[in-house]
Every structure is written in C-alpha cells, then in structure tokens.
C-alpha cells in the first residue's frame, strides 16, 4: 500500500490543475444535484466509491437555506460503518475525499467560519498548524457559487502524515502536510460532533447507503 499512495501523491502533484476527482455519475439526485457513485483520483488508477450523501441546511436569520450537498468517497468502502464509527472506520482508509456541490453563493470567509464552527465542535485546536494553514487556504480561496463544488481530498502517506489536498471552485488546488490526525480532523466536521441541526441531519444522511 505504501508504494501506491507514494505514487498517487506524486500524480495529484503532476495533475492537480485537472481537476482533482474524475467523477462517474449515477442515476439518483439531491436537490438537482447528481450522486456520483465512484470517484477517480485524476492521473492515477485509485478509485473511491461513495458510502454517503447528504443535503446541508443551515437556519439564517429562522430560515432553514439550503447550503450545500455533499457526497463523501472512500477507496475502503467495505470498512465504512453506518452508525457513531463512521468517523473512525475511515481511520485506516488511504485515500477519503468528500466534495461539496453549492445551492447558493456562500463567500469564502463565511465558509471557513463554518468549518471552524464545527471543528471546535469536535474539540480540534484551531492553531494547530495544519488546521491553521487549512482555514487560511479556504479563506484565501474562492467563494462558493451556485453548482460549483470545494473538493477535500485526503490521502494518508508513506511517512505516516496526511496530505490534504483543497480544491475550490476556481479549480485552484491548495496542500497542507499535517500529522496522520488530520485526516479524522477534517472528517469530523460532517462525520463528528455536529455543531448545529442543520450538520446532524447531514451526518446522518451521509450513514445511509445511496447505491
């Protein structure tokens, strides 16, 4: 296994301006949006397969809105478990990616904010110094529009690190190298300690099969 996640690394490095997911579709839709049933890292032979979707809501000003769809992958879909261990069956998954398709325009910093909303959530220090590149990067990265997605790909290393790789919906690719935790980090935002209602009915919409 470690030789192959040495070379997706080094692929996602070489074609990261492509894109990084190569989705194929399937029949079923939330809110418009297409659920892909499997997902291909681009540049390389290592495909994921969706163990979850679900629809992000969130009350602004008593309002539920509609946010966000998100559909999470993994290359280890056998050892996703449907119920309060999703978050650490994915522990041992060498390559996790959760895309987030937009209902709506949300600017970048009020993205971020939500992600450190539900990270602190989940007890994960904020000045960490991957978590705190990561936040800047979002900050830093373009707005979420209407039928564009961010793309969280997350790939456990040889050196036994995380690499997470952030696509926003500009394309523009950002990395952060961070400790193996990261991976649970990141993932606890949807899979974790819900910060809000609108985040638990999406996790557990993301514990139900779709295909």
């Known amino acids: 296994m470690k030789s192959i996640i040495g070379s997706l690394v080094l692929m996602i490095g ?4 492509a894109g990084l997911l190569t989705v194929s579709g399937g029949a079923k839709k939330i809110e418009g ?10 540049g390389s032979d290592v495909n994921m397969t969706l163990v979850g979707a ?13 946010v966000y769809v998100a559909e999470l992958f993994t290359n280890d879909a056998a050892k996703y478990s449907r119920d309060n ?22 600017d970048a910093p009020t993205v971020a904010s939500s992600y450190r909303e539900a990270l602190v959530a989940n007890n994960v220090n904020l000045k960490d110094p991957a978590i705190a590149q990561f936040l ?29 790789y952030y696509e926003d919906t500009k394309d523009q690719v950002s990395v952060v190298d961070g400790p193996r935790a990261l ?3 990141i993932l606890s935002i949807w899979l974790g300690a819900s910060a809000d209602s609108g985040l638990e009915k999406l996790k557990k919409s993301l514990l139900q099969p779709v295909y």
């Open 14 to 17: 070489l074609t990261a301006n």
């Open 33 to 42: 949006v297409t659920l892909n049933q499997t997902a291909q890292v681009t």
């Open 54 to 66: 679900g629809l992000r809501a969130k009350t602004v000003l008593f309002v539920p809105a509609k």
């Open 136 to 164: 800047a990067n979002v900050e830093k990265g373009g707005d979420a529009s209407q039928g564009k997605s961010f793309v969280m790909l997350l790939v456990l290393t040889k050196e036994g690190g995380t690499k997470l």
């Open 183 to 185: 991976q649970q980090q």
């Open 85 to 106: 261990n999703a978050l650490k069956s994915l522990e041992g998954s060498s390559v996790t990616a959760i895309r987030l398709t937009f209902l709506r325009g949300v």
